[in-house]
Every structure is written in structure tokens, then in C-alpha cells.
């Protein structure tokens, strides 16, 4: 019987890819896009689409949609969920325990602690410190800023405390710069030393469970508008390893994300992500399908270890998706009213 696999934010990247690694996996499944917009294209790759509360909204409570969500995941008969929206990752993380016991559904979200770690750069900064691995120096007291600035120098980085994908992120070269970054970084910016150069920057993967790092995959690559547009697999046996005992000690329940550079001491890692990358599909053309490694471990307990088979450059490219409007008002009608 075919696993039924929900996958809450079908139509942004991660979600997408999600759906295109599922697809590419021996697992049979059954696929349940949810998202906010009728626009969302993943709605139009799946068995079922439904459009879902739109928890951002003012005027929806966290309360009422995960009422809504557990309704529809009973309805759809879901044997696993997957969130492919980063903003919701600590919401289902705190409500994880209450919807795996209202339907016969795993969430696949880490612990509240580690979906904290990974929202809250500063807490990231932390928790790398306290395991020893090699993290850019940050700050968050602004009011010792010139200190700081005497200790590490210029360029530095400036972005919010919490946020992803570059939005308010600044590189300061000098002195000048540095308020306008602060302002433009909001009322909870953190400043870290700028390491390597945007060449040198790497985006990493791994899967665990239970305290078993199932695999771990490392890739170069090139940003646009904040998320990668070209990857660039070769064997990186160090930073493989480096990223293996990282994940080991955040101990996610799945996937999790490491970014990191290389500079003049070597690698730093800078953020983490408790959760799907926007990397998945380009990760299972490398032959590293997490989304099938996840689903197998939570639906049927078994452990597929990964390894990357394939060395290459990914590049991206748009697509297009035509959708009739029999289909775009069916999908549209679902929208709470």
C-alpha cells in the first residue's frame, strides 16, 4: 500500500523539491500538497491538493489551523507529514506530540530545543562554541560594537538575529556603514566577522535519527536572491566528516542544514537550518535522496543509509507549469473563508 505523504508548503522551494525527490524515490506513495495560495504549482503535482489557513494571516490563530490541519490530515488518512515552509518549522515543532496524537500522522520536525538553535542565530553561535565547531565570532550587544570591531576587523556581517534566505543581511566594509546595516537589520541584529568569500561558501546536508547520522552530503554553490542556483559536487572528505559530527551533536529528528565558508583558518559554519533544504532534489541527483531516507524511517522504521553516487555541476533553470482553470478554481475553492 502506498505511503500517504503530506507535504505543508507544496509550493515554495523546498517544497518543490520535496515533491520532485519523492517522485524520484522506489518508495510508492501517495502525494497531499497543502499550501496558503492556489498558486503554489506543487498543488499541481500531487494525488490530492488542498489550500490550507494561511498561519501568517491576523486574522487565523495558531490554534484554529492546527485544528484545521489535523482535520484535513485525519480526512486525507496522512501517514506522514513534511514541512517545507521554515517559518512554521517552530510551531510544528512545539505541536508535534498534539497532532501525532490526534491522527495517525508522524510530523517530521525536530525538538522545540533544536528548531530554537536553528531560528535564533545567536543560539546557533552558541551551540557551536559549546561543541567546538569552527563558527564565525558574533555579537548581539550592540553596545559592544566597538570593541568587537577592534577584535576582528572588517568586513562584517550584519543581519537579523532571526530570518532567512538574506533578507536584511549587509556586508560592511567599513566604519560608515556599520549604522545604516544595524538599522537595516532590525531591531535584533547580530553582527558576526565576515569569513571567505562568496565562492568559498558551501551548503550541507544530513539526515539522523535517533542519534545515527544516516548520511551527509556537501556541495559548493553559487547564491541568487538568497537561495542556491548552482551546485558544485565533488568528494569532500573533511568537511563531510566536519558536518557529520555536527549534526551529530544537534541531533535533529531528520534532516538539518549547515551552511558554511572557507577562509584563511579554515571552515566556519554560520547557520543552520532543522529542516528540508531548498537543495533536496539537487541532492537526489547527486543520488542522496533524504526524502525517501525520512519517509522510510518514520513510515516503516527502517534506515536507509545515504551516500552520494553522483559528482557534477546542477544548475537551475525556470520551468513552466500550465494549469486550466477548471483545476485553478477547484484547487482556489478550498480557500477558508
Known amino acids: 500500500m502506498p505511503v500517504r505523504v503530506a507535504i505543508q508548503g507544496a509550493g515554495s522551494l523546498i517544497g518543490q523539491g520535496i515533491i520532485k525527490a519523492l517522485k ?6 501517495t502525494l497531499i500538497a497543502l499550501d496558503a495560495f492556489p498558486t503554489a504549482v506543487g498543488l499541481y503535482w500531487a494525488d490530492s491538493a488542498h489550500v490550507v489557513p494561511d498561519v501568517l494571516a491576523p486574522n487565523v490563530s495558531e490554534a484554529e489551523y492546527v485544528e484545521y490541519l489535523v482535520e484535513l490530515l485525519n480526512r486525507e488518512r496522512a501517514d506522514v507529514l513534511l514541512v517545507a515552509t521554515d517559518f512554521e518549522v517552530p510551531m510544528f515543532a512545539r505541536r508535534r506530540g498534539e497532532i501525532e496524537t490526534r491522527c495517525k500522522c508522524k510530523v517530521v520536525v525536530s525538538s522545540p530545543e533544536v528548531a530554537e538553535i536553528a531560528d535564533d542565530k545567536w543560539l ?10 569552527p563558527c564565525p565570532p558574533s555579537l548581539i550587544d550592540i553596545h559592544r560594537i566597538d570593541a568587537f570591531v577592534a577584535q576582528v576587523g572588517f568586513p ?17 566594509r567599513e566604519r560608515t556603514g556599520l549604522s545604516s546595516a544595524l538599522m537595516h537589520a532590525g531591531s535584533d541584529p547580530i553582527v558576526q566577522a565576515a569569513i571567505g568569500t562568496p565562492d568559498s561558501e558551501y551548503t550541507c546536508g544530513a539526515v539522523v535519527f535517533d542519534g545515527e547520522c544516516l548520511g551527509v552530503i556537501v556541495m559548493r554553490r553559487d547564491l541568487r536572491d538568497g537561495n542556491t542556483f548552482r551546485s ?3 568528494p569532500e572528505p573533511e568537511l563531510e566528516a566536519l558536518i557529520r559530527r555536527a549534526a551529530l551533536a544537534l541531533n535533529p529528528y531528520g534532516p538539518a542544514n549547515f551552511q558554511l565558508r572557507l577562509g584563511p583558518a579554515g571552515p566556519a559554519i554560520f547557520e543552520i537550518n532543522a529542516r528540508f533544504s531548498g537543495t533536496t532534489i ?4 547527486a543520488g ?15 534506515r536507509m543509509m545515504l551516500q552520494q553516487s553522483k559528482y557534477g555541476v546542477v ?11 477548471d483545476d485553478f478554481e477547484r484547487i482556489g475553492r478550498a480557500v477558508l473563508q
Open 156 to 172: 562584517l556581517i550584519v543581519k537579523p538575529r532571526r530570518g532567512a534566505r538574506s533578507r536584511q543581511v549587509s556586508l560592511v
Open 232 to 234: 558544485y559536487l565533488r
Open 288 to 302: 542522496f535522496n533524504e526524502v525517501e531516507a525520512v519517509i522510510r524511517a518514520v513510515a516503516f522504521d527502517e
Open 282 to 285: 539537487i541532492r537526489a541527483l
Open 24 to 29: 524520484m524515490a522506489s518508495l510508492e506513495s
Open 124 to 133: 546557533t553561535y552558541q551551540f557551536l562554541k559549546a561543541h567546538d565547531l
Open 315 to 325: 544548475l537551475r533553470y525556470w520551468e513552466e507549469q500550465f494549469v486550466s482553470w
